[in-house]
């Protein structure tokens, strides 16, 4: 299996996780922050990749480090698992709807960290998180991974709808990403030859 593990301590938070990318999509997630919890087990069931992951923040701050922390931690646990990208699709996409919200999500793993983030919420915080963090855990995690990542809310009323959407959305289109493609177990998919 492909795995990994991360640890990383500074004055703000200390974190350890751990990724299994040929998972079945198990987790255990702490991070003091219970709505980001709930979207990081989201990601870990919906890509079947593995996630045990511990956070300690300074929350008595804010949320701001904690999450943006476990956005690189993460990132780089995947990065670190998915070694040289041999074999893999590269690839994928998803829309996930959720009721009346839709959510488009495209992943190249390219080893080129961008991040297109279209998506608008109306309201400044979903549980004890405030909605702006949402797209610095992107951000953090796109940059360590290095991938090239775009998320967009096609349309939506409801804010839980619309950012669970987009992690199941990165989820999805990780997953179909990380896959393993039997046609070129041995190559780098990129004329390059590197990713």
């Known amino acids: 299996m492909r795995t990994a593990t991360i640890e990383r301590i500074t004055k703000e938070t200390s974190i350890t996780a751990t990724v299994a990318l040929d998972g079945t999509g198990t987790y255990n997630i702490h991070t003091g922050i219970g709505f980001l919890d709930h979207m990081l087990e989201q990601l870990s069931r919906h890509s079947l990749m593995d996630i045990t992951l511990h956070a300690q923040g300074d929350l008595h701050i804010d949320g701001h480090h ?3 922390d476990t956005g690189i931690v993460l990132g780089l646990a995947v990065k670190k698992a998915l070694g040289e990208r ?4 590269r ?3 998803a829309y996930i709807p959720m009721d009346e919200t839709l959510t488009r999500a495209a ?3 390219s080893g080129r960290p961008y991040l297109v983030w279209n998506v608008q919420f109306t309201q400044e915080r979903l549980g004890s998180i405030d909605t702006e963090l949402f797209r610095e855990w992107f951000q953090a995690f796109t940059f360590a ?4 990542v775009h998320i967009e809310t096609l349309y939506g009323v409801n804010n839980h709808h619309k950012i669970e959407s987009c992690y199941k959305g990165l989820a999805r289109a990780l997953r179909g990403a990380m896959r393993l493609d039997m046609q070129q177990l041995d190559a780098i998919p990129s004329t390059k030859g590197v990713l």
């Open 145 to 148: 991974l290095g991938a090239n």
């Open 107 to 109: 992943v190249d793993l």
């Open 66 to 68: 904690t999450t943006e």
């Open 91 to 93: 690839y994928a996409h």
């Open 86 to 89: 041999k074999g893999i699709e």
